[in-house]
Every structure is written in structure tokens, then in C-alpha cells.
């Protein structure tokens, strides 16, 4: 079946960079939307940036200007590099690969910032 393996989380401190990557299995990848979302406790999950088959971006303004995404076709394979991290964004990150109204999602992995 459809595998998305995110890796890349962990703790880091207050204005510190992290990049996630989420490796697409079982898709024809370069044909699907790919995006990031992200859950606190307590919140509901919301997405974070998403990139179409054809490389346009769109991010959540939260993180505008601190979160770029991008995907390597060759490699399956979508980033979400985070900049100037701040404790607001910590929560489990998730990706999510769609196309024609179908939607796979990835186990998630934790991004904790501290103060």
C-alpha cells in the first residue's frame, strides 16, 4: 500500500532550523499535490504549506517567511525546511500526498521548540 515515511523531527531551541522530509512509496509521485500539516495538543490539524504537481506553493501565514517547501520528484520525496522556529510550532507534523480527491497521509513526526 501507500507508504509516507516523514523524518527529520525533534527538539531544538527557539530560533533554530529544522528540515523535515516525508519519502513517497506506492504513488506515482511527481502526479500528486504534496503537503505538511501539523496538530498541537488540543488544536485541530491544520496545514502548515502544501506544493502542486506543477511546484506552486502556498503556506499557512503563520509561517510565511520562515517555511519553505519543496519536493524532488527524482526522489519522492517533499521537504519542509523551518527556519526561525518558535515555541508556538510545536506539535506532530504530518504529510500528506493527494490528487483527484484521494489523500494519503504519513504517521507524523514531533517538532518540540523550546523557550
Known amino acids: 500500500q501507500v507508504q509516507l515515511v516523514e523524518s527529520g523531527g525533534g527538539l531544538v531551541q527557539a530560533g533554530g532550523s529544522l528540515r523535515l522530509s516525508c519519502t513517497a512509496s506506492?504513488?506515482?509521485?511527481?502526479?500528486?499535490?504534496m503537503g505538511w500539516y501539523r496538530q498541537a495538543p488540543g488544536k485541530q490539524r491544520e496545514l502548515v504549506a502544501a506544493i502542486t504537481s506543477g511546484g506552486t506553493t502556498n503556506y499557512a501565514d503563520s509561517v510565511k517567511g520562515r517555511f519553505t517547501i519543496s519536493r524532488d520528484n527524482a526522489k519522492n520525496t517533499v521537504y519542509l525546511q523551518m527556519n526561525s522556529l518558535k515555541p508556538e510550532d510545536t506539535a506532530v507534523y504530518y504529510c500528506t500526498a493527494g490528487r483527484n480527491g484521494l489523500n494519503y497521509w504519513g504517521q507524523g513526526t514531533q517538532v518540540t521548540v523550546s523557550s
Open positions: 506506492r504513488i506515482i509521485f511527481r502526479l500528486h499535490a
